[in-house]
């Protein structure tokens, strides 16, 4: 007991202290995202130049808005979440697009209701109540059975679901299953270190975070967006397994942290949340300023970006390499469906209104600062 309020006391030290910093510095002083997360000569905006989200975008998120009612699952904010599956997957067709979208849609209802920065604030019953839910979303099997009184997020998961395994090879299913429901699991329920018990590490932070982010499902997605499946018994022949797991957890770091620091001011400032890369270096380094404490979050970033950067070179040398085959058209539609990804997770987040804010200190994220956004047509 003398430890957990160590720990409680310690996380409310770094919150007051990362609060008060904030509120100097945002009647001031802004960053650049863009520019904490450049690695020296590349230009993330360059990079993303090119980029287009869904061209049936406006068509996708109707047809999910039908999908939300009828379950009653689509929030007053929902337009602008769910058009990030259609920046994620913009080549995917339009079945599996509206899967996708709807995946989405489903995920980001559970995580506004009661995921790790809601949970704590609802009341013991509500809490019992979503942990009886989840419980239910995570024991499902490939047959994907509700029982009969089921709710209708758990009906509109599983009509999803449904319609991804049934025109996807049931083994890639399966392990899609498995992080997804391992994501929805970890992400429902309190993450703060008072309820951990214990003040994470950055590493042990970044580690929960990839799941809490459900990134891992994502990257199994770009499979079934392109409807094109990778044999990783060749990959390994090639020896091309190792490189892609680690662009793998690449891609997923540079999305969920990316999203740490646009969300930043939603989750730490409003909500005084501690599951986040920033607060996870304050608590680990209280000598550490605020401008310091930014600085050191971004670099993290960037360096995982400095590594996807890397990986692709490497995965492309090697595949150029390799004689002409079903398995090497597979493989360079999925490093391309990544770097995709990775341009996403950017575009999306400068472009929607989820984080956007009179007052914030990045610049990107300042509502009247923001430029002609991206285009939807």
């Given at each position: 007991m003398k430890h957990e309020h160590s720990v409680q006391v310690a996380t409310r030290i770094a919150l007051i202290r990362v609060q008060r910093d904030y509120a100097e510095m945002v009647k001031s002083d802004a960053f650049s995202l863009r520019e904490l997360f450049n690695p020296d000569d590349f230009n993330l905006s360059d990079y993303c130049r090119q980029y287009n989200p869904h061209p049936q975008t406006e068509e996708l998120v109707d047809v999910v808005k039908e999908f939300g009612e009828r379950f009653s699952i689509w929030l007053p904010n929902a337009r602008h979440y769910v058009t990030s599956a259609?920046?994620?997957?913009?080549?995917?067709?339009?079945?599996?697009?509206?899967?996708?979208?709807?995946?989405?849609?489903?995920?980001?209802?559970?995580?506004?209701?009661?995921?790790?920065?809601?949970?704590?604030?609802?009341?013991?019953?509500?809490?019992?109540?979503?942990?009886?839910?989840?419980?239910?979303?995570?024991s499902l099997d490939e047959e994907l059975q509700t029982i009969p009184e089921a709710q209708g997020v758990e009906l509109a998961n599983v009509e999803m679901l449904s319609e991804i395994r049934?025109?996807?090879?049931?083994?890639?299913?399966?392990?899609?299953?498995?992080?997804?429901?391992?994501?929805?699991?970890?992400?429902?329920?309190?993450?703060?270190?008072?309820?951990?018990?214990?003040?994470?590490?950055?590493?042990?932070?970044?580690?929960?975070?990839?799941?809490?982010?459900?990134?891992?499902?994502?990257?199994?997605?770009?499979?079934?967006?392109?409807?094109?499946?990778?044999?990783?018994?060749w990959l390994a022949e090639v020896k091309l397994d190792a490189h892609l797991r680690r662009i793998h957890r690449a891609v997923a770091l540079f999305g969920c942290l990316t999203n740490d620091l646009f969300s930043f001011e939603k989750e730490v400032i409003d909500r005084n949340a501690d599951p986040n890369l920033v607060m996870a270096v304050a608590m680990n380094n209280p000598e550490m300023s605020f401008t310091e404490i930014i600085h050191y979050a971004a670099s993290i970033?960037?360096?995982?970006?400095?590594?996807?950067?890397?990986?692709?070179?490497?995965?492309?040398?090697?595949?150029?390499?390799?004689?002409?085959?079903?398995?090497?058209?597979?493989?360079?539609t999925h490093m391309g469906t990544l770097e995709k990804i990775v341009q996403a997770s950017w575009m999306w987040q400068v472009y929607t209104k989820r984080y956007k804010r009179e007052q914030s200190i990045w610049t990107?994220?300042?509502?009247?600062?923001?430029?002609?956004?991206v285009s939807l047509s």
């Open positions: 259609l920046f994620l997957f913009p080549d995917a067709d339009f079945q599996r697009a509206t899967a996708l979208v709807k995946n989405l849609a489903t995920d980001y209802y559970l995580n506004d209701t009661m995921g790790r920065e809601i949970y704590k604030y609802l009341s013991k019953e509500q809490q019992r109540e979503a942990r009886e839910l989840i419980a239910r979303i995570t049934d025109i996807s090879p049931l083994p890639w299913f399966m392990e899609f299953l498995k992080l997804y429901l391992y994501h929805i699991e970890v992400t429902h329920r309190d993450n703060s270190a008072a309820a951990l018990g214990y003040m994470p590490t950055v590493e042990e932070y970044i580690s929960m975070r990839k799941h809490t982010s459900g990134m891992p499902h994502i990257i199994s997605l770009a499979e079934y967006s392109d409807n094109k499946f990778l044999n990783w018994n970033v960037k360096n995982v970006l400095t590594d996807f950067l890397a990986l692709t070179d490497r995965i492309h040398s090697r595949i150029q390499s390799l004689p002409a085959s079903e398995e090497t058209d597979t493989i360079t990107e994220t300042r509502l009247h600062e923001v430029g002609k956004p």
